[in-house]
């Protein structure tokens, strides 16, 4: 079990793949009430997706 609020932004190992990105579901940001909580957890969501799309192109042999 993971605490998002721990491992956010992380990548993790997993037995399903070599990782996994740890981030708010996007569902959370529409189920955020106020509109600030809303834009800060979409820019969470943005800049840990970027990170995970970063470090599987780093993994990836080149050309692929």
Request: no cysteine; charged share 20%.
């Amino acid at each position: 079990k993971v605490q998002i609020g721990a491992e956010r932004g992380r990548m993790l190992p997993h037995h399903a793949a070599k990782a996994v990105a740890v981030t708010y579901h996007p569902s959370a940001i529409l189920r955020a009430r106020e509109p600030e909580m809303q834009g800060r957890l979409l820019e969470a969501l943005q800049t840990d997706l970027a990170r995970a799309k970063a470090a599987v192109l780093l993994s990836s042999p080149v050309g692929t």
